[in-house]
Each structure stands twice: as structure tokens, then as C-alpha cells.
């Protein structure tokens, strides 16, 4: 049996780290310790502690050897990182420079960005995990970008309108009518916000153009079928100046155009009735928007409530095509800009399942109410 003998010193320390300690561990040692020194046998204190005698007496042995400091848990030091420490100021370099210095066209450095140059110049593979790690040791954390909420709108008419949808979608699916989600997103120059890692103390910088040129999108969804129609229009800086025509009539304009296309792919002989689901933009009104109704009067506009974009289902789509085509992109022209939209726009109409599954995710639908009702 293992005699253990404390001085007053010695146990008013076991007794303070027993006390204090929010190590379970560390505290039964310091208990099976205190035990031993007041007779308590090796097989009575492994009883009262859930462990093995073997396990006492090396807890006992520890102590004796190297005191207080031969109870704590000693962790196995593990695999060395792929990435050596030597590289830090290397890859703080980087992160303060901007990925433009590098080479690279994006605006954001990322974990996965900042990998896959890691590998590029160094050839040491690693993943966005390992990356991760590496960052947060040497002081280089990720800054957010802010977020934003809908203006609320007035909750009466979105319930009217919420439920007008919902039973027109019900006779889309009966193939009493056709139900189309219209709406447009502009794509500027200017690279969007995102998560980008930094140092400490230095304020990260995202690269950009002093461009004020963006291209705009405007899409038609069918609700149904999942079948997307798109067009671009650019929108150059001073585009009153330039092309004699002021921004809302020439969005006017791009807005009628794929009117007269939806009426030819959906012509009043097949289809008596298409209802086409739209915000309250100004270039959304106006005489040549009732022009072409009358020449097609199988159209109907269903104008949404104001401040009600979560009642339009085609709002979900930017999402991801900003997400998959544009996010953390540098673009150097509008030409880059518009092949890059035009791609990824025919892979959404390709892709007509990743369409139905934007339409129809109940998760998304939640989300969204939430963030119109909070």
C-alpha cells in the first residue's frame, strides 16, 4: 500500500483545486489523493470513485513524483499540421494583400480560396477544415458581412394575396391556367458582400473596379413546369447620357419584350388564361405595358403587395444564381460578366429539378415567412 503524507501546504492546494476545478477528472484525482491521506485503502477509494485499483495507485504513484502537476491530463500531443507554422506570415501576407495580388479573380479571401492557392504555390493540400484551424491559431478570423431583413409589410393584404397564389397555383397544377413568377435582379461590376478572412487589427479591403456599369436580368419562372426564361439587358453608368433613354424606360422596354415572348410560347389557343405574378416596380405600369395586354389579353399582371418579396416564389432563384455565378467573383469587364450569367442561367434551364426544388422547399417557404413576420 502506497503511503501518501501531506504537508499543510500540500493539502490546502489539493483541497483548493478539488473545490474549484471544472475538470471532473483533475477532481477525483485530487479526492482519490485526500483519501489516501487519511488511511482510506486503494480498493475502498477505487470503489467509491467508479474506477480501477490500478488506476489509484497511478494516480497515487503520479503524485508522489511530480505533485499537483502529475494529476493534470496530459494530452497526447497528436498529428503534426499539414501546414508549417514557418508559412504564417506568408499567408498573412496574402490575406492582407487581397486575393487581386495574388493573381486570382475574387474579391474575398475564403477558407477554400485561401487552400486552394495554398496549393497552387506550395503544393501542401489541405481542407477548408485544416484551413480553418491554421487561421484561427495565427490570428486571421473571418469578418461578416451585415445582413438584412424585408421591410415589413402590411400583413393583411399578404394573407389575401398569400392565398389568392395558393389557389391559383392549385388550378395551374389542374392545368386550368398558367402561372408565371416574373421578376429582375441586377448584377453590377461590384463584387458582393461576403464572409472574408482577415488579421487582426487590419481592416480587410475588397477589390474592386471604378465601374459603375451592371447587367440586368429578367427572368419569367413557370410554377409548374419549372421552366425559366431569361434575358439581359445592360445598364452602362449614365446610361441617360449615353443611350438617350432614362433607366426606367429602358427597363420598360427589356419588360415588354419577354411579355410578347411569353404570349408566343404560350399562345390564347392553347392557353385561355396566364396569370404572370410581379412586384410594383415602376417600369411595371406605364402605356406600353397596356398596349401589349390588349394585344395579348390571355396575359394577366397579379401585382403583389409592396414589401412583399417572399410572396414571389422566382425571388428564390437569385439566391443561388448569385451564389453560383457571381459571389466573391472579380469581374474585369461586362463582356466576363455577361458570358458568366448567360452559363449559368442555361444551366438553371437545363436543370429544370434544381428549379422544382427551389419552388417547392417547404424549408425555404419557412424561412422566409419567418424573416417577413420578425
Known amino acids: 500500500m502506497q503511503r501518501i503524507t501531506l504537508s499543510a501546504t500540500e493539502q490546502a492546494e489539493l483541497e483548493h483545486t478539488f473545490k474549484t476545478t471544472p475538470d471532473r477528472r483533475l477532481r477525483e484525482r485530487c479526492q482519490a489523493v485526500l483519501m489516501a491521506s487519511r488511511g482510506r485503502k486503494r480498493k475502498a477509494i477505487a470503489q467509491d470513485l467508479g474506477v480501477h485499483r490500478t488506476t489509484i ?70 481542407k477548408r477544415t485544416a484551413m480553418r484551424v491554421f487561421c484561427q491559431r495565427h490570428d486571421i478570423r473571418p469578418y461578416r458581412r451585415p445582413t438584412y431583413r424585408y421591410r415589413r409589410g402590411d400583413p393583411e393584404p399578404q394573407h389575401v394575396a398569400r392565398q389568392e397564389l395558393e389557389a391559383l397555383k392549385k388550378r395551374a397544377q389542374q392545368g386550368e391556367c398558367v402561372l408565371l413568377s416574373q421578376d429582375e435582379a441586377r448584377f453590377p461590376l461590384v463584387p458582393t458582400l461576403r464572409t472574408t478572412l482577415g488579421l487582426k487589427g487590419h481592416r480587410p479591403t475588397v477589390g474592386t473596379w471604378d465601374n459603375k456599369d451592371q447587367v440586368y436580368s429578367l427572368a419569367v419562372l413557370n410554377l409548374v413546369t419549372g421552366q425559366l426564361t431569361t434575358r439581359l439587358l445592360e445598364q452602362p453608368a449614365r446610361s441617360q447620357a449615353k443611350t438617350g433613354q432614362s433607366k426606367p424606360k429602358r427597363l420598360q422596354e427589356a419588360f415588354a419584350a419577354p411579355l410578347g415572348d411569353i404570349a408566343r410560347a404560350y399562345p390564347a389557343c392553347r392557353y385561355p388564361e396566364v396569370v404572370i405574378t410581379i412586384d410594383n416596380a415602376p417600369w411595371h405600369r406605364g402605356a406600353l405595358m397596356e398596349q401589349v395586354l390588349q394585344a395579348h389579353p390571355h396575359l394577366r399582371l397579379k401585382r403583389l403587395p409592396s414589401y412583399s418579396p417572399q410572396l414571389n416564389v422566382i425571388e428564390r432563384f437569385w439566391r443561388g444564381l448569385r451564389r453560383r455565378a457571381t459571389h466573391n467573383r472579380l469581374f474585369a469587364s461586362m463582356a466576363l460578366l455577361r458570358a458568366t450569367l448567360r452559363n449559368n442561367l442555361c444551366y438553371f434551364q437545363t436543370m429544370r429539378q434544381k428549379m422544382l426544388s427551389l419552388i417547392e422547399s417547404p424549408r425555404k417557404a419557412i424561412k422566409e415567412a419567418k424573416l417577413a413576420t420578425a
Do not use: F, M, S
Not at 495507485?57 to 513524483?65: F, G, S
Not at 494529476?71 to 501576407?93: C, D, E, H, M, V
Not at 493573381?103 to 504555390?121: F, S
Open 57 to 126: 495507485r497511478l494516480w497515487l504513484k503520479h503524485y508522489q513524483q511530480h505533485g499537483l502537476a502529475g494529476l493534470k491530463i496530459q494530452w497526447a500531443p497528436g498529428q503534426p499540421g499539414r501546414i508549417p507554422a514557418a508559412l504564417a506570415p506568408t499567408l498573412q501576407q496574402w490575406v492582407k494583400e487581397g486575393p487581386q495580388n495574388c493573381g486570382l479573380d475574387r474579391a474575398n479571401w475564403t477558407y477554400e480560396e485561401l487552400a486552394a492557392h495554398l496549393y497552387h504555390t506550395t503544393g501542401i493540400a489541405v
